[in-house]
């Protein structure tokens, strides 16, 4: 579970870094971040529902899309570690459980999503979304409209 949230807070860290990267101003970056989290909010449950648990593969792509946001691999596996703990016979997840396909069983199609899966992505969006963010800030022009000034090389 900590690893899970360790990685979870990673990438919204980087996301909140990349979409700061963009505004000039802590105020601007607060309501986006404000923004983000009520539309995330009202959405990402209605999302997971319909499209993490339908193993129809026509939506092996849209998961895939949809998981850049950082928000539905979380809710995703949160909804993971949830239902996998509870109930009165269920234990919880073991380490050795991570691989399992989580979307529902079907005879017509083998789409598969587990939390490894998600772990993943939050790997993958943590160092994308970190890198994105360092070169944006690099690149955007501050208040007075110029871009960071670079480091001349030694000759």
Same mark, same amino acid.
């Given at each position: 579970?900590?690893?899970?949230?360790?990685?979870?807070?990673?990438?919204?860290?980087?996301?909140?870094?990349?979409?700061?990267?963009?505004?000039?101003?802590?105020?601007?970056?607060?309501?986006?971040?404000?923004?983000?989290?009520?539309?995330?909010?009202?959405?990402?449950?209605?999302?997971?529902?319909?499209?993490?648990?339908?193993? %129809? $593969?026509?939506?092996?792509?849209? &998961? +895939?899309? =949809?998981?850049?946001v950082?928000?539905?691999p979380f /809710?995703?596996? @949160?909804?993971?570690?949830?239902?996998?703990?509870?109930?009165?016979t269920?234990?919880?997840?073991?380490w050795?459980?991570?691989?399992?396909?989580?979307?529902?069983?079907?005879?017509?199609? %083998? $789409?598969?999503?587990s939390?490894e &899966? +998600?772990? =993943?992505?939050?790997?993958?969006?943590?160092?994308? /979304?970190?890198? @994105?963010?360092?070169?944006?800030?690099?690149?955007?022009?501050?208040?007075?409209?110029?871009?960071?000034?670079?480091?001349?090389?030694?000759?």
């Amino acid at each position: 579970y900590f690893f899970f949230f360790w990685l979870g807070a990673l990438t919204f860290t980087g996301f909140a870094f990349f979409t700061s990267a963009f505004t000039n101003s802590s105020a601007t970056a607060r309501s986006l971040g404000m923004v983000f989290f009520i539309f995330t909010y009202l959405s990402v449950g209605i999302l997971e529902g319909v499209y993490f648990n339908d193993p %129809d $593969s026509y939506y092996d792509s849209i &998961r +895939s899309g =949809l998981a850049v946001v950082p928000a539905i691999p979380f /809710f995703n596996g @949160l909804n993971i570690l949830i239902r996998e703990s509870s109930g009165e016979t269920s234990t919880g997840m073991t380490w050795d459980e991570r691989g399992d396909n989580s979307l529902p069983e079907s005879a017509l199609y %083998d $789409s598969f999503w587990s939390f490894e &899966r +998600s772990l =993943l992505y939050f790997m993958a969006l943590f160092a994308g /979304f970190s890198m @994105l963010a360092w070169y944006v800030s690099k690149v955007m022009p501050n208040e007075h409209g110029k871009r960071q000034r670079q480091r001349e090389a030694d000759p």
